[in-house]
């Protein structure tokens, strides 16, 4: 059990790291607090990243609207399908990727199995830092103009790929009036540094008011 989330049995998707932080209570800590603050009763929610759907039963449990959980692993749709299910909670979720190309390849490392990252077709998200293994799979793609006038609030833990939907899809985040962004400048690579999130953050701030960030996790609201 963590953030009230019933978790029997996701340790099996994960990495023995990823295990150790989350029996020790050390998962995604910063993001249940900025959603448990932040997030209301009548707002519709779409999640983009749901890994092992924890955060997703959190999110759920803050709302009554609409909720849609995008994961383009394919290994870990059963994993949020069961967490889902342990903890009675209700919203959608959907083995895509968002993007205007028919499908993206999608890499999935070892040292990692609860994520992952969008090969953008050789426009790499992330290097991997432990020059580790991974699969590669084809994941169709939805575009987020097809589906953003639906709710009113993003939320955003995609692995670097944040910086790519904000550049290429600036117009249609402005369909939501709350967004909720994990950045991953931490890697500090050329794909996801942190002269690209400043970057990220400007563009934001064009119509967006920062009104809480803990570390790497941001809470926008949109300008009246």
């Keep these: 059990m963590i953030h009230g989330i019933n978790t029997d049995g996701v340790e099996k998707f994960l990495s023995n790291e990823e295990s150790v932080r989350l029996k020790r209570g050390r998962w995604e800590n910063e993001d249940v607090l900025l959603l448990k603050k932040y997030l209301s009763k009548e ?3 779409l999640e983009l990243g749901g890994c092992t759907g924890i955060l997703s039963c959190v999110i ?3 709302i009554n609207g609409s909720h849609i959980v995008f ?5 870990m749709i059963d994993c949020i399908k069961m967490v889902r299910d342990q903890n009675f909670c209700n919203f959608e979720i959907k083995n895509n990727i968002i993007s205007d190309n028919e499908s993206e390849t999608f890499e ?5 199995l609860g994520s992952g990252a969008p090969n953008l077709n050789g426009r790499g998200i992330l290097d991997n830092p432990y020059g580790d293994s991974y699969r590669n799979y084809q994941i169709k793609g939805i575009s987020l103009k097809s589906i953003a006038p ?5 939320f955003c833990d995609i692995e670097g790929a944040e910086y790519f939907l904000i550049e290429n899809n600036y117009k249609e985040l402005l369909n939501f009036n709350k967004l909720f962004f994990e950045f ?10 942190k ?5 990220c953050i400007r563009v934001l701030e064009q119509d967006f008011n920062i009104i809480e960030a803990r570390n790497n996790v941001y809470y926008f609201k949109k300008n009246e």
């Design 43 to 45: 707002d519709s929610v």
């Design 60 to 62: 759920n449990k803050c």
């Design 71 to 75: 994961e383009p692993n394919p290994e």
């Design 108 to 112: 999935v490392w070892d040292f990692r």
């Design 150 to 154: 639906q709710f009113n609030v993003l």
């Design 184 to 193: 991953h400048h931490r890697f500090n690579n050329s794909k996801s540094n």
């Design 195 to 199: 002269k690209i999130h400043d970057k």
